[in-house]
């Protein structure tokens, strides 16, 4: 599975939007792009994935560059309880227990 | 809809000690994972059941980890005996069939081994 880099630590303003990115320069044409947030004490929590076109839910919007080699998990209002650490994760369809986390982004919503 | 169910939810042993844990996933999911996390790290995959079977336990450190999934349901994750690097949470997580879009993640067990 393709390696994510993500930046360590991002600050938000409260409803405002809250831009994360995630490089995936090496992702191959059938590896799916995945967001996963972990709040403070609890499991992570799957939010989002996408192959290559853009895909919006109830949580959050992913944007996903023509290449493929970058995206952005979009939370359009942020709120102090979207304060938590968010996984870009890279993986094949099928291989869900090859998904590697790495560090995530630490996203903190500020009053 | 019950969630990932874990027990306990937190546990402190003493180094050479055994210890266990306890997986109950979401109902008719086949597939059941178990992670550790260390402090300010990611999860990583230690063991994937499918149904009651082991596909990859690649990174289960075999030595002094063991895991079964009796019956294809609950789960349970040994070590012994426990290092203190083995210090972690450790969480399971179940989806209906590996290769779903979402697993669902119990909680986790904070180990504290001293």
């Known amino acids: 599975d393709a390696k994510t880099t993500q930046p360590p630590s991002m600050d938000c303003a409260e409803g405002r939007a809250a831009n994360l990115p995630c490089n995936h320069s090496?992702?191959?044409?059938?590896?799916?792009v995945y967001w996963y947030r972990q709040i403070h004490s609890q499991g992570p929590q799957y939010i989002i994935h996408?192959?290559?076109n853009n895909e919006t839910n109830e949580m959050a919007s992913l944007i996903i560059t023509e290449d493929r080699k970058s995206s952005t998990l979009i939370l359009p209002h942020a709120t102090l309880r979207d304060t938590a650490v968010y996984y870009c994760?890279?993986?094949?369809?099928?291989?869900?227990?090859?998904?590697?986390f790495g560090d995530g982004t630490t996203l903190t919503v500020k009053p | 809809e019950a969630g990932v169910v874990q027990s306990p939810r937190y546990k402190i042993i003493e180094k050479k000690q055994p210890v266990a844990f306890w997986c109950n996933p979401i109902?008719?999911?086949?597939?059941l994972y178990w992670y550790r996390q260390n402090l300010g790290q990611g999860p990583e995959l230690l063991i994937r059941?499918?149904?009651?079977?082991?596909?990859?336990d690649s990174q289960l450190p075999k030595d002094r980890f063991s895991a079964e999934r009796l019956k294809g349901v609950d789960s349970t994750l040994k070590i012994q005996p426990a290092e203190l690097g083995d210090s972690a949470v450790y969480l399971c997580?179940?989806?209906?069939?590996?290769?779903?879009?979402?697993?669902?993640f119990g909680p986790g067990t904070r180990l504290t081994v001293t």
């Open positions: 059941y499918e149904n009651e079977e082991a596909v990859d």
């Open positions: 996408g192959l290559k």
């Open positions: 090496t992702i191959s044409g059938n590896e799916y």
């Open positions: 994760i890279v993986r094949v369809y099928t291989n869900a227990g090859k998904s590697t």
């Open positions: 997580a179940s989806s209906l069939v590996t290769g779903a879009d979402e697993q669902y």
């Open positions: 109902s008719g999911h086949n597939t």
